[in-house]
């Protein structure tokens, strides 16, 4: 029998409410590999908890003794740890491919945080919020208010620079071709991030890419659901 894995996952206010986009591609790939996962609710305070893993971010998956950090760290660990279960990477050459699309999926982490970061603000755990203000308002450099006021005006730019994925899933229902692989799990997670957090419309009701999310939404019985969302 399978043992049973545990992921610190990040959560909102409400323990169910879990929206890091990097935990999310590791909650599929976990899905993908059929392994059973306990998610432990972690909040952005919440360093002593993680700390054996040697560093302060989630996801941290632990297996056994082993705590293990870092989405594309954990991905490459389940692929080599449990190789007869369904590949995340399709292959040799769909692992370095992988890692493209794990480096193109933070660059939307980025590209969405003006967009979503003040509706991230009104999620977070109280006691996050001073914490989640103070940084993020340093990364930004700018208050969140600013950093958001004018969205409006960039949406368009923002939508447009998702026209190579658009045309890719215009003509293939995933990344991955017919089943969805790590790939989609990857560029899935900022997405679900905006969804969890966000009634913004970043995406239009008929963009392929929408149609696409949806789809990975509906994967695994539904998990990308399990948690509250807006239907942005
Ligand atoms: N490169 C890391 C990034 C992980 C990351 O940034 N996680 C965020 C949650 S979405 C976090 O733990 N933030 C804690 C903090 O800001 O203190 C990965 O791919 O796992």
């Not at 409400?14 to 998610?39: G, M, Q």
């Not at 056994?64 to 050459?93: C, H, M, V």
């Not at 419309?201 to 990975?216: C, G, N, S």
Request: hydrophobic share 40%; proline share 7%; net charge neutral.
């Amino acid at each position: 029998m399978t043992k049973t894995l545990r992921l610190f996952d990040l959560a909102g206010a409400e323990l169910d409410r879990r929206f890091s986009p990097y935990c999310w591609r590791i909650r599929l790939a976990l899905a993908h590999k059929n392994l059973p996962v306990e998610t432990i609710p972690w909040r952005f305070t919440e360093k002593e908890e993680i700390s054996p893993s040697g560093q302060a971010l989630v996801p941290v998956l632990v297996d056994g003794d082993q705590w293990i950090a870092d989405s594309w760290t954990i991905a490459n660990y389940l692929e080599d740890k449990y190789p007869n279960a369904p590949s995340l990477f399709g292959g040799p050459a769909g692992r370095s491919l992988s890692r493209h699309y794990s480096d193109i999926a933070d660059g939307l982490v980025r590209a969405m945080f003006p967009f979503v970061v003040l509706d991230v603000l009104q999620h977070v755990a109280e006691k996050d919020r001073d914490y989640f203000r103070a940084s993020r308002e340093k990364r930004a450099n700018a208050k969140l208010e600013t950093v958001v006021s004018d969205r409006d005006k960039r949406l368009p730019d923002f939508r447009a620079s998702l026209a190579a994925l658009r045309f890719t899933l215009k003509s293939q229902p995933f990344l991955g071709g017919d089943q969805p692989l790590y790939a989609d799990y990857a560029v899935f997670g900022p997405f679900q991030w905006a969804r969890c957090v966000s009634p913004y419309a970043l995406l239009e009701k008929d963009d392929p890419v929408r149609h696409w999310r949806d789809r990975l939404l509906d994967c695994f019985d539904g998990l990308g659901r399990q948690t509250p969302a807006y239907d942005a």
